[in-house]
């Protein structure tokens, strides 16, 4: 069966350190992966797309990867903040038609 | 200006009970959802929608239905509520192929 995997275990990192986030997926070939964060009480924020044929993309402090043949995306956050605290999804979308399926996020927690 | 906006925020009621969600997105997409979000906090999709097609979660029981007055409205409809439909609940909206911009979520307790 199709599954997505994040650590569902909080990371706890120093605030100015690297945060990397991983998501796992099997039986899946998907088109995009993007990434969202969520704040309690609120909706996903998105973030990052990547798709299939890129390896790498990123924005400010973000960066994400994505093998597809290992069937994971990496998340990074470089010189992470107290506001950088939250719970981070990843999502699959398997034909770029927008039905994403949701792994269950990792809470992120920066320490000043 | 709020983008994609639900009401009403919290809705606690009996089980048993008929009762809707309404969303209303100012982005001009023309694709809008429904989530469900459990108390394990998993996202999951039952309803992706546009002016052409609905497209159903297969697990989504039938007592769940999106209702569309507009394009810019997606509401969803719960007939015969059970304990089980206790959740948080987020509307969506996109672009096809895009990022999708969330509601802050309706939080629906069942009595």
């Known amino acids: 069966s199709q599954k997505i995997e994040q650590n569902s275990e909080a990371l706890n990192i120093q605030e100015g350190k690297t945060a990397t986030l991983t998501c796992n997926y099997t039986?899946?070939?998907?088109?995009?992966l993007q990434w969202y964060r969520q704040d309690p009480g609120r909706g996903p924020v998105f973030l990052l797309l990547?798709?299939?044929?890129?390896k790498e993309k990123r924005k400010e402090r973000l960066k994400v990867t994505f093998d597809t043949t290992l069937k994971q995306s990496l998340f990074h956050i470089t010189a992470s903040q107290p506001a950088d605290s939250a719970t981070y999804l990843c999502?699959?979308?398997?034909?770029?038609?927008?039905?994403?399926?949701f792994g269950g996020g990792t809470r992120l927690m920066v320490k000043p | 200006d709020t983008a994609v906006s639900q009401t009403p925020k919290y809705l606690v009621t009996q089980m048993g009970n008929d009762k809707s969600i309404k969303c209303e997105q100012n982005?001009?997409?023309?694709?809008m959802y429904w989530y469900k979000q459990d108390s394990k906090k998993f996202l999951k999709i039952m309803f992706s929608?546009?002016?052409?097609?609905?497209?159903i979660n297969e697990t989504v029981p039938n007592r769940f239905s999106p209702k569309s007055p507009d394009k810019a409205h997606l509401n969803l409809h719960i007939n015969s509520l059970e304990l089980g439909d206790s959740a948080v609940y987020f509307c969506?909206?996109?672009?096809?192929?895009?990022?999708?911009?969330f509601g802050d979520g309706t939080r629906l307790s069942i009595l």
């Open positions: 969506a909206s996109s672009q096809q192929g895009q990022p999708q911009h």
């Open positions: 039986n899946y070939s998907p088109a995009y």
């Open positions: 990547i798709r299939e044929n890129e």
């Open positions: 999502a699959l979308d398997p034909n770029a038609g927008n039905m994403l399926t």
């Open positions: 982005l001009g997409h023309d694709t």
């Open positions: 929608y546009n002016n052409k097609e609905l497209i």
